[in-house]
């Protein structure tokens, strides 16, 4: 091998010949099968069964020539056998022909790892594009009511830190952070008058105003091939007053027949009601804003809250001032 140009290393045991490759990292390797402590097949078997050694091709050179030793070898995935004695010719076209297929296999997998990189890449930019493109639309829904804005960014920061503290998986939580900004798309269809009305609203105009919830299910209408964000959307849109207890709207769902999504997004929504001026009333500071989710008043209900939701909430409840002060405009 030294005279063909090959560089070699050597090692007298299995034991050794696996600790050498792990330092060296061949590009192949010629196998005894017979050998002290660990034989031959054994070092192949640990050899393919490691992700990085398992694409190094083995030759076991070998004094067996039965056909059940064959079989065991190509069974541990030994890709050649020579059987000795070795002619010099034989072994040297078997290296140069393994050696030709790995440099193959290699350029092979550095060319698919290159193409994964660009497809993830690429990927990436399409969601970050997709992520701007949505909350553009849910800014510019927001202004009716909302000047600067802020209210969505917030919304999404809040829901995505408690889903967090909830113990959500991260597609979970990335995937409500996106959701969560949908949930008043429906406000693009409730008339000027009744949505900045400074004051309470007539029973009508409440019906009104209640409907945006099944026109935001409505706009985010999904089909099989929707994306998850517009799926947990259409979800978070149609659901996310409806309360615990039962009072909630449209459809007076009740505990854990609301989706955990909505239920997130609807103490959410309400602490950033209660810190947030509106037409009809003044902001509240922190400090209040938690105390009635905790505890209610004349109009919120502690019952409201599904209790695990609330019990983070409350928990962790300096979190959600930071967010809402970094977010203020």
């Known amino acids: 091998m030294e005279e063909e140009g090959y560089q070699v290393e050597e090692a007298s045991s299995g034991s050794l010949a696996l600790a050498q490759t792990s330092m060296f990292s061949p590009d192949l390797v010629l ?7 660990m034989d031959g097949f054994e070092v192949a078997t640990q050899l393919k069964s490691n992700d990085k050694t398992e694409g190094i091709p083995v030759i076991m050179v070998t004094a067996l020539d039965d056909q059940a030793s064959r079989e065991k070898g190509l069974s541990r995935g030994i890709e050649e056998f020579i059987t000795k004695p070795i002619k010099a010719n034989e072994i040297q076209i078997r290296v140069r022909n393994l050696l030709r297929l790995k440099i193959a296999n290699d350029i092979l997998k550095n060319h698919n790892h ?27 829904s927001e202004y009716r009511d909302d000047e600067t804005g ?19 998986n991260k597609i979970f939580c990335d995937t409500l952070f996106l959701a969560s900004s949908m949930h008043d798309i ?13 004051g309470g609203f007539e029973p009508g105009e409440w019906e009104i105003m209640k409907s945006h919830t099944t026109i935001g299910a409505e706009i985010l209408k999904t089909s099989e091939h929707s994306s998850s964000y517009i799926k947990m ?26 989706p955990l999504s909505a239920r997130i997004m609807g103490l959410c929504d309400v602490y950033d009601a209660l810190r947030s001026e509106r037409p009809y009333k003044k902001a509240f500071d922190h400090k209040k804003a938690v105390g009635i989710i905790e505890h209610g008043d004349e109009k919120i209900k502690s ?11 409350v928990a962790n409840h300096e979190v959600f001032n930071e967010i809402f002060e970094t977010y203020k405009s």
């Open 303 to 313: 019952g409201h809250f599904d209790p695990a939701v609330k019990e983070k909430f």
């Open 114 to 140: 290159l193409l994964d990189e660009k497809v993830k890449a690429r990927t990436q930019r399409l969601k970050a594009s997709f992520e701007e493109s949505i909350f553009l639309l849910m800014r510019a």
């Open 150 to 168: 802020a209210h969505v960014k917030r919304i999404s920061h809040y829901c995505r830190r408690l889903a967090e503290m909830l113990g959500m």
């Open 233 to 258: 959307g259409k979800k978070v849109a149609l659901c996310h007053h409806e309360k615990w207890d039962g009072s909630g709207y449209p459809n007076g769902l009740k505990g854990k027949e609301i």
């Open 186 to 198: 429906g406000k693009i269809g409730i008339p000027d008058s009744v949505l900045l009305k400074p």
């Open 31 to 37: 196998l005894d099968a017979m050998m002290p402590e």
